[in-house]
């Protein structure tokens, strides 16, 4: 927070000022006593915040660690959400563990008008400057999304060493409204780094993006980022009545999916460790393929990969094809296995038709969690 007996950090139109601190141990003083001693602790800040341009004002809680008894400086939480079995609380802001002990989940926020905010500046040592400058860098982001939704302050000011960050508010900012194929579309929402892909009643939130869209013939895929370097995707089709879609989010994969005016419940799906999403689209492009209600056809080879890839894999039983009727073609089952013998056109009441070739096996689509039945 500056050097010597420097108690206020101007960040272009920002003014930063420390007007509280608290430190909480059972066994020491101070910050500086206790930082190697390796006691639960807690040690916060309370930092007014005052744009000079417009002479709006926050405050602003950070800090580190947790005390007995109550929240740093008294502050505000939120919600109460949820009492764990063992007496815990849980806030939208902080949290209470069952022995009692409090700490803060990110930073707090109180808007005050300049002339609520108190005057006088707090001294802080060396390491605790060096702490609250580290504090402030880890929540910068929170801490300017906040100023900026409160109306301090606005990325059209002057933000100092903070200017670096801007790029990112600019997305946060952006208002956009992107059509997809199909009638789906991607409705970005200001003041949020989130998005929304809609299409008929599938709804989800996603991270804004540039997005990388290319067609896959009877599917389009939508790359969050490069394609070849995205992590994130979502693949929709439109066949034979049906809207599926597949949506990567880097840790799970997600099937939605609407056949006339049954809306299947989402479901998650396994599927192979991959490096970014590009490398998930041949997997998807057999499930839009081969894919029907909870049975995905497979041929020899692809069993045999799939069986290295993901966790199990699971014949299809006569009880997966209770709501399957074949339409044209042939399935029997050899060995415990329910196989095509010719080019076969399948039918489910509630997922609608699928054509397949010969010499495809079927199995159970490897769900995760939940399936769409």
């Not at 599926?244 to 479901?267: F, M, Q, T, W």
């Not at 497979?298 to 006569?318: C, F, G, M, R, V």
């Not at 013998?341 to 699928?354: D, I, M, N, S, W």
Request: net charge negative; aromatic share 12%; proline share 2%.
């Amino acid at each position: 927070m500056g050097s010597g007996g420097e108690k206020i950090m101007m960040l272009g139109d920002l003014k930063l000022r420390v007007i509280g601190k608290e430190f909480y141990c059972r066994y020491c003083k101070d910050y500086d006593e206790c930082r190697k001693a390796g006691h639960r602790r807690g040690i916060w800040f309370k930092v007014a915040i005052e744009n000079e341009r417009n002479k709006k004002a926050a405050v602003i809680v950070t800090g580190e660690g947790e005390r007995e008894g109550s929240f740093p400086f008294g502050v505000d939480v939120g919600k109460h959400i949820r009492t764990g079995m063992s007496g815990c609380k849980d806030y939208e802001k902080g949290h209470i563990t069952m022995s009692g002990w409090h700490y803060l989940k990110g930073i707090v926020v109180e808007e005050v008008s300049n002339e609520k905010i108190e005057k006088e500046e707090v001294e802080l040592s060396m390491n605790e400057r060096i702490l609250l400058a580290d504090l402030l860098n880890r929540n910068i982001i929170d801490i300017l999304r906040e100023l900026i939704n409160r109306g301090v302050t606005s990325i059209e000011d002057d933000w100092g060493i903070w200017e670096e960050k801007k790029p990112i508010f600019f997305v946060y900012m952006r208002e956009r409204y992107i059509p997809l194929p199909f009638g789906a579309v991607i409705n970005e929402e200001p003041q949020s780094f989130k998005a929304k892909f809609m299409w008929d009643e599938i709804e989800f939130y996603i991270s804004k993006a540039q997005y990388d869209i290319g067609s896959g013939g009877n599917y389009v895929a939508v790359f969050l980022g490069s394609k070849y370097g995205a992590k994130k995707a979502i693949f929709l089709s439109e066949e034979y009545g049906r809207k599926i879609v597949y949506y990567y989010d880097g840790y799970r994969l997600h099937g939605n999916e609407i056949y006339k005016s049954h809306v299947h419940p989402r479901a998650e799906i396994q599927y192979p460790t991959v490096a970014c999403a590009y490398q998930l689209e041949w997997y998807v492009q057999l499930l839009l393929k081969n894919r029907l209600g909870d049975v995905i056809f497979l041929t020899k080879d692809n069993k045999e990969y799939l069986e290295n890839k993901i966790t199990w894999l699971e014949p299809a039983s006569q009880a997966h094809f209770k709501k399957i009727k074949v339409v044209d073609g042939e399935i029997q089952e050899k060995e415990g296995i329910i196989t095509t013998t010719k080019r076969t056109v399948l039918f489910h009441e509630e997922h609608g038709v699928l054509e397949i070739d010969k010499d495809h096996m079927a199995y159970v689509v490897p769900y995760s969690m939940r399936g769409h039945d």
